[in-house]
């Protein structure tokens, strides 16, 4: 294994931080040092322009009675001796309507040119200022030539006079002090640079470099005894992390040692296993020949549950016809016993009425008896046979065949009022009341009629069980169109159902009225129209003492189902 080299001492922690931190202290003093120079030069320029503004104190009083006196050699004597100045690079004269009266040195002409004055004051042009370099910028000032006549009287402006100065002379003033600070700065980072030099080494160079030599002689295959102990007085982080150290490198020869022994052990377990394998085969061939054999026996043992199960598919469903039948053979004894009955009853009178009818004259009395116990007996006959036909035709309508019904378009808004109508006169004696929220314009190509029936018997469901006992009852239905789907709702404010009701509510003869009136199919006849031949969901939710909400959801437009015999009656109830 290759063992890492150290790094050299230009690369070293050590020497990284002192270029970041004297790199950082090298901009820090250009930045100061430039923001020195900057304040220092605008202070300059201020004393210059200061001392302009103390020339034309000075001079001015000479400049006006030079320029009122025309005196023109007396002017040119004070121009010649402000140019003695040396921020002092030009001076010019105009009188009020702008000529130019006396100038010396560098000036502006009118146009904002540089000009040269000759010896008689005329503007020439200054070929060693046609451009205007770094620090040659002109500074000028200009003040009015005030001049009074007499004592005491105001003095009046009779021109206007200029003092010309250079950004050099600025740049000369603050040159030395520049080089002042810039030699400073040198020398202190300079200082400081050998200072950090020495002390980084001594306390961080030394000590790493220390680790680094120990921990590139660190064999990890097989490491020494040898420890490490850094120089130098006190303990700080680097001792500590020496400490670590040691202790990670007895840890690593302790690992090692432990790792040669459990390497013998797995070379000696090695030579176990290749002795195992020598006999592995042989007993592969075995258990492979035992799980055949135990698949052939679970194969058959599938095949047998296989049987079994399709024998009590059959049974289940020979048990689940033997329940309805029981159950229709139970609901249909009632009427049709109470049918005999009646028969027989009226076969007795009508044989008495024969007697007596025989025997001699017949009696009035007889004769109203007769009839009225026959009229009676037809009555009751008559209530019983439509019992048993309607139990009958709720029996055949279990299946929902709807062939002969007829598909076509309609308003379901009509369709409930139709229905609500037909069924008025039931209403009109009930002690609770139906009230249709139903908007018009919800058009479906459905089965009007047995959508009817569902309607139908919804509502005499409600008046059957929810209302019973309930006082002020009202029953609730709407209708809303979402996402191509029509929901109708039925919502009473009853007496509720209870959670195992409500799972077996749609079950073919499951009733809470067994012998009241209630024959367990009417909503097991709703559920199979829904969700069969109108191609919808039927739902209910109901909590006790607050009433029951059945939800049907229907397409607009119902599936197409190939029917025969619908069979639909339309007095079927739970």
Not at 279 to 298: C, G, I, K, P, Y
Request: aromatic share 6%.
């Amino acid at each position: 294994m290759p063992t890492s080299t150290s790094p050299s001492l230009f690369d070293s922690i050590a020497a990284r931080l002192l270029r970041v931190i004297f790199g950082c202290y090298f901009v820090v003093t250009v930045i100061i040092t430039c923001v020195q120079i900057t304040l220092e030069y605008g202070e300059t320029e201020n004393r210059v322009l200061a001392e302009i503004q103390a020339m034309d104190k000075t001079f001015g009083r000479g400049v006006a009675e030079a320029v009122w006196t025309y005196n023109g050699a007396g002017l040119n004597g004070i121009l010649a001796g402000m140019m003695q100045q040396p921020l002092v690079i030009g001076v010019k004269v105009v009188n009020k309507a702008g000529t130019l009266v006396a100038a010396t040195g560098l000036v502006e002409s009118d146009r904002g040119e540089l000009m040269t004055a000759d010896e008689n004051g005329q503007l020439r042009q200054s070929p060693t200022h046609q451009e205007e370099g770094a620090f040659e910028k002109v500074i000028a000032q200009s003040f009015p030539v005030m001049y009074a006549k007499s004592m005491g009287s105001s003095p009046q402006e009779i021109g206007t006079w200029t003092i010309y100065s250079s950004e050099r002379f600025v740049l000369d003033q603050v040159k030395f002090g520049f080089i002042l600070l810039l030699i400073n700065s040198v020398i202190k980072t300079l200082a400081l640079w050998f200072i950090f030099l020495f002390v980084v080494q001594r306390l961080l160079g030394r000590p790493l470099q220390q680790l680094t030599t120990f921990v590139s002689r660190i064999n990890v295959q097989n490491p020494g005894d040898e420890t490490i102990v850094l120089q130098g007085n006190g303990r700080h982080e680097l001792h500590l992390m020496a400490d670590k150290l040691n202790e990670l490198h007895g840890s690593l020869k302790q690992s090692v040692l432990d790792n040669n022994t459990l390497n013998a052990r797995l070379t000696q377990e090695k030579e176990t296993t290749q002795q195992l394998n020598l006999t592995l085969e042989a007993r592969v061939e075995q258990r492979t020949e035992a799980l055949a054999e135990s698949n052939r026996e679970l194969f058959s043992v599938v095949n047998k549950l296989q049987q079994t199960q399709s024998e009590l598919v059959e049974v289940g469903k020979l048990a689940s016809l033997g329940s309805l039948v029981a159950g229709v053979s139970h609901e249909l004894n009632t009427p049709i016993g109470t049918a005999l009955t009646t028969a027989s009853t009226l076969e007795d009178e009508a044989l008495k009425f024969k007697h007596a009818l025989a025997e001699g004259p017949l009696r009035r009395s007889i004769l109203d008896l007769f009839v009225q116990r026959s009229i009676d007996a037809s009555a009751l006959l008559v209530r019983s046979c439509h019992r048993a036909a309607s139990l009958i035709s709720s029996f055949k309508q279990v299946a929902v065949d709807q062939s002969s019904e007829h598909r076509r378009k309609f308003d379901l808004q009509v369709l409930i009022h139709d229905n609500l109508i037909a069924l008025s006169p039931t209403l009109k004696v009930a002690t609770w009341k139906s009230q249709a929220e139903v908007p018009e314009g919800i058009v479906l190509d459905s089965y009007p009629g047995p959508l009817g029936q569902v309607i139908v018997n919804l509502v005499l469901n409600a008046g059957l069980h929810a209302f019973d006992g309930v006082p002020d009852g009202l029953l609730r239905i709407s209708a809303s169109v979402t996402n191509g789907d029509v929901e109708i709702r039925f919502a009473d404010n009853g007496k509720g159902m209870s959670a195992e009701t409500q799972a077996r509510i749609f079950d073919p003869f499951f009733t809470t009225k067994l012998g009241q009136g209630g024959s367990g199919l009417g909503l097991a006849i709703c559920h199979n129209i829904v969700t069969g031949l109108l191609g919808g969901t039927h739902s209910v939710t109901s909590t006790l003492g607050v009433g029951t909400t059945f939800v049907i959801t229907l397409p607009l437009v119902a599936p197409t189902i190939a029917t025969e015999d619908s069979g639909q009656g339309n007095n079927a109830q739970r």
